[in-house]
């Protein structure tokens, strides 16, 4: 098959359980957080973990995903959508991982580091506890 060819066989989409969405992702990486922000939906890319089943991932105290995050309400959770996918442009295979649920400042230890690909300080954790995990893989075949 050239690189230009359709792969051969008709593409399928499968839907992914739950265990398998988290093993897709847990190897961590980069995914894309989606909030809304007082200008509208914001979309924006960053270096994630995962642990103990929630999404961790690092930002700066006081920039945007700091004030945007928070409900003002103790205990009111602010829900996001968190999604991380791998696609294979050549064979035209590849998943996609949704992750909805509510979004936490996290106070206290944190068991796992998160690498930054950005400079400067990243000292907020924030971790997205899951409501709801959903997944699908297209293959050919």
């Not at 359980?17 to 980069?30: E, F, K, M, N, T």
């Not at 890319?45 to 004030?67: C, H, I, K, S, W």
């Not at 996001?80 to 590849?94: L, P, S």
């Not at 400042?105 to 954790?125: C, I, S």
Request: aromatic residues 6%.
């Amino acid at each position: 098959m050239s690189e230009n060819t359709a792969p051969a066989g008709l593409p399928h989409l499968e839907k992914l359980d739950r265990d398998d969405c988290l093993r897709l992702i847990s190897p961590g990486g980069v995914g894309r957080i989606a909030f809304t922000h007082p200008g509208g939906p914001v979309i924006l890319p960053v270096n994630y973990t995962v642990e103990q089943g929630a999404v961790l991932f690092r930002t700066a105290l006081g920039g945007p995903m700091d004030a945007d995050l928070r409900t003002g309400v103790n205990g009111a959770d602010f829900m996001v959508a968190f999604e991380v996918d791998r696609i294979d442009e050549r064979t035209r295979e590849g998943w996609s991982v949704l992750v909805r649920g509510g979004a936490h400042h996290v106070t206290g230890d944190v068991h796992k580091e998160v690498e930054t690909w950005a400079g400067g300080e990243r000292a907020l954790y924030i971790r997205i506890e899951p409501v709801e995990i959903s997944g699908r893989r297209i293959q050919h075949g």
